[in-house]
Every structure is written in C-alpha cells, then in structure tokens.
T-cell receptor
Framework: KQEVTQIPAALSVPEGENLVLNCSFT??????LQWFRQDPGKGLTSLLL?????REQTSGRLNASLDKSSGRSTLYIAASQPGDSATYLC????????????FGSGTQLTVLP | DTGVSQNPRHKITKRGQNVTFRCDPI?????LYWYRQTLGQGPEFLTY????????KSRLLSDRFSAERPKGSFSTLEIQRTEQGDSAMYLC??????????FGPGTRLTVT
C-alpha cells in the first residue's frame, strides 16, 4: 500500500525567500505525481503534474522534481509572496490497476510580509 | 466556468438522515473520482468511474455509501443513515484517462 509523507507539516518564511517542500513515497511504481495547493476550506488547485518518465516540471515560480527510484519529489518556490500562503499537497497515481491518487497530509506554508 | 462543480457547498444534517451530493465534471472528462478529506489530513480516495462504470471502491466506502454516474456525465454520492464520523469535506475530481485530476470546490458535510 502506497504511503506518502510530507515534511515539514508547517513552514513559516519571510517574503522573498526561496523554499523547498518535500514529499516522499514508499512505492516507486507510480504513473505520475501531482502537486496541489489548497486554501482554507476550499478545494484543490493543481499546480504541477510530473509523469513517471520525467524528472522535473516548471510553471512560473514553481519547479517540481521527481526521483522515482528514491521515492522523492520536491516543490521549489522561488521568491515567495504572501499570496503563496496555503497548504501544499503532493499525491501519487499508482501505475497498477488501482487508479487512485494517494495524498500526503500536506505542508502548511505561511509567507510573512 | 468550465471547471468541476459540486452542490451543495455545505450541508448540515442530523444523525440518521440521508444526504446526496452532486458533482458535475469537466465536460470532456471520462473519469470521475470521489475523495473524502478530514481536517488536517490529505484527501482519501472513495471511488471512481470511467464513463458510467464504477471501476473501483475503497474499503472506506461502507454499504451506507453509494455512488452513481448514470449517463457518464454528472455523479451523485449518497450517504444513508449518516453518522457523526461522516462529517468531512467530500471532494470530486475529473480527468481524462490517467491524466491530471481537476478538483471541485467540495461539499462540507456536518452531521449533528
């Protein structure tokens, strides 16, 4: 059974800082990995999707990397802004017959002005 | 707006009552997923459909839960005889096969 872990659970940084969020997973047989953002009481917004054959994806100030063999992904946020404050979730899609996303518990990010 | 929509956004019900939620996916998406999220946790998979066929159900989906997607378009999730432990955010997502999943705003259920 896939297990996804995100460390740290919470992070507080001053505005303008570059930061890295970590995600690890136990089963490397994944089809893809997605990073999401969730604002309090809201649904999930997809940020980046990395296919299992890819090593990274970039969108604006966000860069996500994937090392499938070691079961790790990182989300890099450059020049953080207060509007980046949210919970960031990573999720893996199994490459087996069970087509479901398995989520970590998230990292709650606060960017201080 | 062509995103995933869910109704209602909030539902308060008394223990023992039945509730039904609706999800309208992105129109060209053939897969539809239901997840449940409790406070401080990531979403947990409940079930998914490919077109009108329900292909997988989680062990979390007790026999009080039933989901349908009658014409391969919108889906409903019904909870019978609600319990306080059913209080959670119910999230719907849709995708093309094995592609990026797009989530709706969720339905927050409170069972009193």
């Amino acid at each position: 059974k896939q297990e996804v872990t995100q460390i740290p659970a919470a992070l507080s940084v001053p505005e303008g800082e570059n930061l890295v969020l970590n995600c690890s997973f136990t089963d490397s047989a994944i089809y893809n990995l997605q990073w999401f953002r969730q604002d309090p009481g809201k649904g999930l917004t997809s940020l980046l999707l990395i296919q299992s054959s890819q090593r990274e994806q970039t969108s604006g100030r966000l860069n996500a990397s994937l090392d499938k063999s070691s079961g790790r992904s990182t989300l890099y946020i450059a020049a953080s802004q207060p509007g980046d404050s949210a919970t960031y979730l990573c999720a893996t899609l199994s490459s087996g017959s069970a087509r479901q996303l398995t989520f970590g518990s998230g990292t709650q990010l606060t960017v201080l002005p | 707006d062509t995103g995933v929509s869910q109704n209602p956004r909030h539902k308060i019900t008394k223990r023992g009552q039945n509730v039904t939620f609706r999800c309208d996916p992105i129109s060209e998406h053939n897969r539809l997923y239901w997840y449940r999220q409790t406070l401080g946790q990531g979403p947990e998979f409940l079930t998914y459909f490919q077109n009108e066929a329900q292909l997988e159900k989680s062990r979390l989906l007790s026999d009080r839960f039933s989901a349908e997607r009658p014409k391969g378009s919108f889906s409903t999730l019904e909870i019978q005889r609600t319990e306080q432990g059913d209080s959670a955010m119910y999230l719907c997502a849709s995708s093309l096969v094995d592609d990026e999943q797009y989530f709706g705003p969720g339905t927050r259920l409170t069972v009193t």
